[in-house]
Structure formats: C-alpha cells, structure tokens
C-alpha cells in the first residue's frame, strides 16, 4: 500500500519536474517574443495558480478525504496536460499553464495527507516514511528534466506533455484501486468549527510554523539555486551539460540519505531541531557556491545542499503531521505546500529584482537562511518544552 502511495508522489512532481527543462522552449516555438518577458510570466503562472489550489485543496481534502480528491485531481489533471498538445499559441499555453497549475495543486496535499493518516493507522515509523516520500519527489526531480529533455530534442515538446498526461491517468487508475482508510467517513466533514476558525488555529501553531516558516526560506534557496548556479558556473567557463549533473548530484545525495540508515535520524531526533540543522547545512553549501572557483568545489556544495535537502523535506512533513488534528490535516498540508510555491516565487523574483550577481546572491541567502534557522531552534525549545510538559 505505501509503495503505491510513493508511486503517486512520484507521479504527481513528475508533472513540475518534466516541464521545466522545455517550458520556455515550447514558449519560443510557438512564437513567443523572448524581450517581451511573456516567457518569463508564462513559467511562472504556474507555480501563482498552484499556490491558490494547494490551500483549496486541503480544505476539500477534509470534508471530502483525500482518495477522492487523488482521483479527481488525477483526471484533470491528465486532461489539462493532454490540452498542451494541441495549443497553437503563446497566449493559450498562458492559460493552459494557468490551468495546469491549479489542477497539479490539488493532488500534492491530497497525497502527503493520505500516507500520513495512513502512517499512523499503520504505526509505521512515521521519519522514515516521510523519507521514502522524499525519495520519491528527488527520483521525480532527476528521472522527469532527463526523460523530457531526450524525448523533447528527438520528437518534440507535445510529445512529452502526452507522456506526462498519460502518468496522470496511471496515477488515477492507481488511485482508484487504494484502499479507503478506516473510519474515511467519521474523520471527514464532521468538524464543527469552520474554515477560518480551522486556519487561523493551524497558523497559531508554534510548531507548524516551524514547519511554514522553514518551508518558505528553503524554497527561496531553491528558486535562487536554480537561477544563479547555471550562472556561476558559466562565469567559471563550466560547460553547460556538467551544470546539469550538478544539479542532479544534490538530488542523488538526498536520495541516498533517505534510503539508507541515516534515514533513522527523523525518528530519533526532534524534527524541531532537525530542520534548522538542515538549513544550516543549506546556508553552509551556498557560502560554498559563494566561495567556489573550480567544478570541484560546486561538486562539493552540491553534496552539502543534498544532505541539507535530506534533513529538512522530511522533517517539515513530520511536523505538519504531528501538529496537526486528523481532521484539518489536508488544511495544513494545503498550507505547507502553498508556503513552498511563496518561497519559489520569492527566491527567483526578488533576486532579479534586486540583479544580484551569483556571488551576491549566494551569500545573501546563506545569511538569511543562518538567521532564520537560529530564530526556528529559538522557537522549537518553547515547543519541545511544551511537548514534554504534556
């Protein structure tokens, strides 16, 4: 049963992961103008409109119950991407990614409330089944840019958005075979106290803030990685294919950590503490990239930041779980990935706006990050405290 909820995460990120090496690609094909900056709005409305259905979705997740959102997420999702295929403009492929980043939205939440509720009802070690998740998002940020990129140079861009509209439909047969879980219907739709009052209780919660806040300042790094290290490691006359293994070494290095015994860390340790160590180790590869001036050297980085990726992902999805009652739990998964899509917007556009160079981008964030992990193991002691006063 977990191995087909794995499965479905890994489905669900194969649809952000794939597009991103051919979005602004297919923008040009069709005829987009680069200097008008329309390819530039056309890949970022998507992660706007999946910020909007990411916190919808953990609502509907608990009054409806996340199979029935998997399945339906699934299918339309599979039906928007399918729309990629036959799109003729840039104009409708802004819509389309519009489209596609609202329906993505509503199966991440879904997912992750499911294999925790599961989790629990199962008593399996709840750490070390958020790291086989994770291990399932980074095979999805490896296998998705490598298959798309291959398919794309010899068949073409629709050809990929068929291939990922027919994982969807996978994910939607595979979602229509789990098992509900027990007693689906008594934990669903039975609170009394409404939406607002169920978020505004969540977002009083020291320790999903914790989780909320560590989110944010880890997916700006993200954002910032991604636009900067491609060119730092062009100032360095690095050739580009090599950028690209570099990239993927941090998600192998992750995978690795999650697979292997240093995945007992999250069960044995406080995930309070775990995620700030995390992103202390993440604020140490970026003063690496900062300091870089070889291919060795952002090698190493790139290892750092996978062992800081390995501590923090699962450690923000065991806190949303632990701190949040089984019936507003998709409202607060909902919550957690709405407070990753702010992060990957903040990251990219704030550095562009302010036209950092690598250097300068890579030791602003390394900054940011040290301050906001000490404030977070500031925070984590008034709750572990709490936790042990209970």
């Given at each position: 049963?977990?191995?087909?909820?794995?499965?479905?995460?890994?489905?669900?990120?194969?649809?952000?992961?794939?597009?991103?090496?051919?979005?602004?690609?297919?923008?040009?094909?069709?005829?987009?103008?680069?200097?008008?900056?329309?390819?530039?709005?056309?890949?970022?409305?998507?992660?706007?409109?999946?910020?909007?259905?990411?916190?919808?979705?953990?609502?509907?997740?608990?009054?409806?119950?996340?199979?029935?959102?998997?399945?339906?997420?699934?299918?339309?999702?599979?039906?928007?991407?399918?729309?990629?295929?036959?799109?003729?403009?840039?104009?409708?492929?802004?819509?389309?990614?519009?489209?596609?980043?609202?329906?993505?939205?509503?199966?991440?939440?879904?997912?992750?409330?499911?294999?925790?509720?599961?989790?629990?009802?199962?008593?399996?070690?709840?750490?070390?089944?958020?790291?086989?998740?994770?291990?399932?998002?980074?095979?999805?940020?490896?296998?998705?840019?490598?298959?798309?990129?291959?398919?794309?140079?010899?068949?073409?861009?629709?050809?990929?958005?068929?291939?990922?509209?027919?994982?969807?439909?996978?994910?939607?047969?595979?979602?229509?075979?789990?098992?509900?879980?027990?007693?689906?219907?008594?934990?669903?739709?039975?609170?009394?106290?409404?939406?607002?009052?169920?978020?505004?209780?969540?977002?009083?919660?020291?320790?999903?803030?914790?989780?909320?806040?560590?989110?944010?300042?880890?997916?700006?790094?993200?954002?910032?990685?991604?636009?900067?290290?491609?060119?730092?490691?062009?100032?360095?006359?690095?050739?580009?294919?090599?950028?690209?293994?570099?990239?993927?070494?941090?998600?192998?290095?992750?995978?690795?950590?999650?697979?292997?015994?240093?995945?007992?860390?999250?069960?044995?340790?406080?995930?309070?503490?775990?995620?700030?160590?995390?992103?202390?180790?993440?604020?140490?590869?970026?003063?690496?990239?900062?300091?870089?001036?070889?291919?060795?050297?952002?090698?190493?980085?790139?290892?750092?930041?996978?062992?800081?990726?390995?501590?923090?992902?699962?450690?923000?999805?065991?806190?949303?779980?632990?701190?949040?009652?089984?019936?507003?739990?998709?409202?607060?998964?909902?919550?957690?990935?709405?407070?990753?899509?702010?992060?990957?917007?903040?990251?990219?556009?704030?550095?562009?706006?302010?036209?950092?160079?690598?250097d300068e981008a890579f030791a602003s964030v390394a900054a940011v990050l040290f301050i906001i992990a000490t404030s977070i193991i500031l925070l984590a002691r008034k709750v572990t405290v709490r936790s042990h006063l209970?």
């Open positions: 049963m977990l191995f087909l909820l794995y499965l479905l995460i890994f489905i669900s990120f194969n649809d952000l992961f794939a597009q991103l090496p051919i979005v602004s690609i297919y923008a040009e094909n069709l005829g987009a103008d680069p200097n008008t900056g329309i390819i530039g709005f056309i890949v970022g409305i998507y992660s706007f409109s999946n910020l909007l259905s990411n916190f919808f979705s953990g609502l509907l997740v608990d009054k409806n119950g996340p199979k029935k959102i998997l399945i339906a997420g699934f299918l339309i999702n599979g039906i928007i991407l399918f729309l990629y295929t036959i799109i003729q403009t840039p104009e409708q492929l802004l819509w389309v990614r519009f489209l596609n980043g609202l329906s993505a939205g509503i199966i991440t939440p879904a997912a992750f409330t499911y294999i925790t509720l599961y989790n629990k009802s199962t008593h399996q070690h709840h750490g070390r089944t958020m790291a086989y998740a994770g291990a399932a998002v980074g095979l999805a940020a490896i296998g998705g840019p490598t298959y798309s990129g291959i398919v794309s140079a010899r068949l073409g861009q629709p050809e990929v958005y068929m291939i990922i509209s027919i994982f969807m439909l996978i994910g939607l047969v595979i979602s229509l075979f789990i098992k509900p879980l027990q007693k689906e219907k008594a934990d669903y739709g039975d609170s009394t106290a409404s939406d607002a009052r169920n978020v505004f209780a969540l977002l009083k919660n020291k320790g999903l803030l914790i989780a909320f806040f560590g989110s944010v300042a880890f997916a700006a790094s993200q954002g910032i990685l991604a636009y900067m290290l491609p060119l730092k490691a062009s100032a360095l006359h690095i050739e580009n294919h090599l950028t690209g293994i570099l990239i993927s070494t941090f998600g192998i290095v992750a995978i690795l950590f999650f697979l292997l015994p240093t995945n007992r860390v999250y069960d044995r340790f406080h995930n309070e503490y775990v995620l700030p160590i995390g992103l202390i180790v993440v604020a140490a590869s970026d003063l690496l990239l900062y300091t870089a001036q070889s291919l060795k050297m952002l090698f190493i980085g790139m290892v750092c930041y996978g062992i800081g990726f390995a501590l923090i992902f699962p450690s923000m999805a065991n806190l949303v779980s632990k701190h949040s009652a089984r019936n507003i739990r998709g409202t607060a998964f909902g919550i957690f990935y709405g407070c990753i899509s702010v992060g990957s917007f903040l990251g990219s556009s704030i550095t562009g706006a302010f036209t950092l160079t690598p209970k």
